[in-house]
């Protein structure tokens, strides 16, 4: 049996997964929606399942009941840790667990049944950056080995919602403004500078004698002591 579907958004482990759905025989991809007044096309096709990576709008619940086997999203962490906004953030500067989830989509935010998840090493040289990428690396691989069980539309493990943690857009641009005079131990400053070192220039910002900076932390491992 073909499953029809439909695939929404797209970012690194979506461009892969997509990619590999498409080489398969038992699930036709009708069609890949990146912008939220695209949703109305779920209704016209009205596949049997819709996966989403990196899709960056709210899903209406109407759009939500449509699929029988659901819609699949798979998310950056380990849930119930870190739903919502930067999830490869926080695991550096908070030390919650790092991993990958892949999960029914509810009316929540991260919220629904979790149908896979695993641990991702948080390593001392890490920045924002590299986790997220090392985590884009394992959501595709959770999906392709977890295909079996949504191809089946395998029932999802509830998630303890109370174990975990919530984060919006707004928590990174607190974190993110720097106070120059915020005691703190050297340990925890090599995190939060860690967990801001993503992009270009960084994601933290100090002030100083009237000028704004940007700043990104390198780390590197280096072989013996120094």
């Known amino acids: 049996m073909t499953v029809e579907a439909v695939f929404l958004g797209i970012n690194d482990a979506g461009e892969e997964v997509y990619e590999w759905l498409n080489n398969r025989s038992d699930v036709e991809v009708k069609a890949l929606l990146t912008e939220k007044e695209q949703l109305d096309l779920v209704k016209e096709l009205r ?33 119930p840790f870190n739903r919502g906004a930067y999830p490869y953030i926080w695991p550096i500067i908070d030390g919650s667990p790092a991993g990958v989830a892949i999960h029914y989509m509810d009316k929540g935010l991260d919220t629904g049944p979790v149908i896979a998840r695993k641990k991702v090493e948080l390593k001392s040289d890490d920045t924002a950056s590299s986790l997220r990428e090392r985590l884009m690396a394992a959501q ?11 191809y089946a539309g395998k029932e999802g493990e509830e998630q303890d919602l109370e174990k975990g943690s919530m984060h919006h857009r707004e928590d990174l641009d607190e974190v993110s403004r ?40 390198e780390v590197e491992e280096v072989n013996g002591s120094n």
């Open 140 to 150: 595709a691989e959770l999906f392709k080995k977890n295909w079996p069980n949504i």
């Open 178 to 217: 720097l106070d120059l005079n915020e005691e703190m131990t050297l340990e925890e400053a090599i995190g939060l500078l860690r967990g801001l070192s993503y992009g270009d220039k960084g994601l933290g910002v100090f002030e100083k004698d009237g000028k704004f900076y940007n700043l990104k932390l």
């Open 47 to 79: 596949p049997d399942l819709v996966i989403s990576s990196g899709f960056e709008h709210i899903v209406p619940e109407e759009i939500l009941e449509i699929p029988e086997k659901g819609i699949v999203n798979l998310h950056p962490s380990y849930l």
